[in-house]
């Protein structure tokens, strides 16, 4: 939630000007009206000023994310998205398509993106087992969004994490079991669990994106790193 700034300051030149004004009334001198405007204007000018300040800022803070992800989707979550695009059945995603792509190429594989098929449970049992993996990448992201006040990273992060904790408990108590089998008997566990696996995917696939329109080299060194992962495997 946004606070103020200087809200002594504002609450000041709001009360001049309502002086300005009740002295107009006593004394019906048009100039105080004109002097009553001017706090106003100065008042307006800074709340400006301010939103202007506080767009460069957030623009910059999410320049720094873009980075930070841009690390992390190389390191710890290349082997979460190399196992969440190999367990696809639709749409079919593979990483040299990816970086052979262009910009529209790409931006037609995240239309097709918004619904996802996967090949079998034991493979989504796979990607599963990432996230788990991940888990301290995600808390890492819902600390940074806490720090710079993105909430809609912020609830992203709680419902992948509250899937991870599903996750775990599950693990701990069937360290055999197939989890994908028993969330497909829960309704609202295999929702969850179909959004999350999906939204990774989308989430790879809008980075990618934003690399490949800002920074194609960036694009290049991520994808080159999959491919080798994929061609090592």
Known sequence: MKTIKNPGLYAALIAASVLFLVLQRITHVEFLLHLAAIPLEILLGALLVER?????????RLRQLMYIKSYHFRGVMRGLFIANLQALKQPSLTIP???RAGPAELWDMRRRAEH??????????????????ARHVFIDFMERAITHDFEAIFHGMIYVLNFIQDIELFKRRHPDGLFVAEARCHPDLGEKMDKVLGDGVRSFLDHAIELKEKHPEMFEELLADYQLSVSMA
């Open 52 to 60: 202007f300040l506080e767009g460069r800022k957030k623009a910059e």
């Open 97 to 99: 398509e990816i970086r």
């Open 116 to 133: 996802v098929e996967y090949d079998s449970d034991e493979k989504m049992e796979g990607v599963v087992m990432e996230y788990l993996k």
